[in-house]
Each structure stands twice: as structure tokens, then as C-alpha cells.
């Protein structure tokens, strides 16, 4: 079963520009979440998407934004970049609800993303 | 508000030394549900436990284990016989409900181990 794929892993992009990330959910999965992790914040919850429709967003700028398509797969979009937004953005995939208990996230290996 | 602190930044123990992890949450919520992870340098987070709020058993996983304890608000997380492979930074993280992946991670702790 694959997992949790990020494309592209290095992205190297200058101030003022944008940036999209694609994350592919593993097989079956709904629920897609994506996180910024920085040396200063640490880990921090960007969004969260289920069957098309944002479902928690987290105290980032409307400069960050992101969608979820009908096969699950979604992505991220950085506009206006700033030297700030260099972080790994990390991509989370689960079930998405259901009775019984939270599902573990499965996370990608991310996208480092820098900001010159 | 909810709110994980792990104020170990940084752990260094010689192999085959037991380690033990500390977690404290806050939160207003009565459901919630407690993980841990492990960030390799390679960069994902692989999930490690699962743990909800009204389950206060303790857990063990071949070399490792859990305790979760309500009155300190705590999710220690202990490595016994620790090895090489176990270096990682560990993070614990609190989410709200059950079917929500808005996790609050706490900022992490650097395990090394020494051979």
C-alpha cells in the first residue's frame, strides 16, 4: 500500500512569488491535513480537507489556502511568498470521521520549501 | 486553548539506557485524544500511539510504553533498551475530537543515542 505522497520534495522560490504543493492521500483516505513545521513554531496546523470541503483551518494568513479534489488528492498554495514561509510543509492523510475514535494520521516526507 | 509542552529539548543516552519522554497537555475539552510521533531525519512522522481520554490504561509495544495520567494531564512515553535506531525527535500532540486531524503538537524532543 503506498503511502503519503508530496511532490515535489525542494522547492526553491524568491520572495513575492508563489507556490503550489501536491499531496496524494493513501488509498481510501478522505482526510487530508496539512502542516507548516519551522525551527521557531515547530509544527503547525495549516487546514484540514474532507470529500472536497475545508473542515478546520488554522491562524495562517489568507495568503495560505489549498483544496481537495474528488479523488482525495489535494494541494497547497503560498501566494505572496515570504523569507518566513520557508518551512517543511508536511501532509497529513486519515479516514476522515467515524464513530469509534480519531484515525492516525499518516504523514509525507514533506516539502521543504525555501524563500530567497 | 489547548496546549502540549514537552520541556525536554534535547535527550542524550548511551544505547541499551532506559529513556522516558515527558508530555503535559492542556485543554478545556472532556473528549480528546493524545498521540505520539517520531520525525527520523528523513522527515515524516510515523505514527507511534493513539490515545483517548477516557482510556487511562497504560501501554507497551515491545520496547515501548505509555502512561497517561488525567490528574497530572501527562503522556509519558518510555523507551526501554534503547537503541541507535530509536535517535528521532519525538512529538506528542493533542487533538480535540474524534474525527478531527487538527492536531497541536508540542515542540518536540531530540533523542540521541549513543552506541
Known amino acids: 500500500k503506498a503511502g503519503v505522497t508530496q511532490t515535489p520534495r525542494y522547492l526553491i522560490k524568491t520572495r513575492g512569488q508563489q507556490v503550489t504543493l501536491s499531496c496524494s492521500p493513501i488509498?481510501?483516505?478522505?482526510?487530508v491535513s496539512w502542516y507548516q513545521q519551522t525551527p521557531g513554531q515547530g509544527l503547525q496546523f495549516l487546514f484540514e480537507?474532507?470529500?472536497?470541503?475545508?473542515?478546520n483551518k488554522g491562524n495562517f494568513p489568507g495568503r495560505f489556502s489549498g483544496r481537495q479534489f474528488s479523488n482525495s488528492r489535494s494541494e497547497m498554495n503560498v501566494s505572496t511568498l515570504e523569507l518566513g514561509d520557508s518551512a517543511l510543509y508536511l501532509c497529513?492523510?486519515?479516514?476522515?470521521?467515524?464513530?469509534?475514535?480519531?484515525?492516525?494520521?499518516?504523514f509525507g516526507q514533506g516539502t521543504r520549501l525555501t524563500v530567497v | 486553548a489547548q496546549k502540549v509542552t514537552q520541556a525536554q529539548t534535547e535527550i542524550s543516552v548511551v544505547e541499551k539506557e532506559d529513556v522516558t519522554l515527558d508530555c503535559v497537555y492542556e485543554?478545556?475539552?472532556?473528549?480528546?485524544?493524545l498521540f505520539w510521533y517520531k520525525q527520523p531525519p528523513s522527515g515524516e512522522l510515523v505514527f507511534l500511539i493513539r490515545?483517548?481520554?477516557?482510556?487511562?490504561q497504560n501501554e507497551i509495544s515491545g520496547r515501548y510504553s505509555w502512561n497517561f495520567q488525567k490528574s497530572t494531564s501527562s503522556f509519558n512515553f518510555t523507551i526501554t533498551a534503547s537503541q541507535v535506531v530509536d535517535s528521532a525527535v519525538y512529538f506528542c500532540?493533542?487533538?480535540?475530537?474524534?474525527?478531527?486531524?487538527?492536531?497541536?503538537f508540542g515542540a518536540g524532543t531530540r533523542l540521541t543515542v549513543k552506541p
Open positions: 485543554t478545556r475539552d472532556t473528549t480528546y485524544y
Open positions: 480537507y474532507f470529500s472536497e470541503t475545508q473542515r
Open positions: 490515545r483517548n481520554s477516557f482510556d487511562e
Open positions: 488509498s481510501g483516505h478522505r482526510s
Open positions: 497529513a492523510s486519515s479516514l476522515g470521521p467515524r464513530q469509534g475514535g480519531a484515525t492516525e494520521a499518516f
Open positions: 500532540a493533542l487533538s480535540k475530537t474524534y474525527n478531527n486531524n487538527d492536531m497541536r
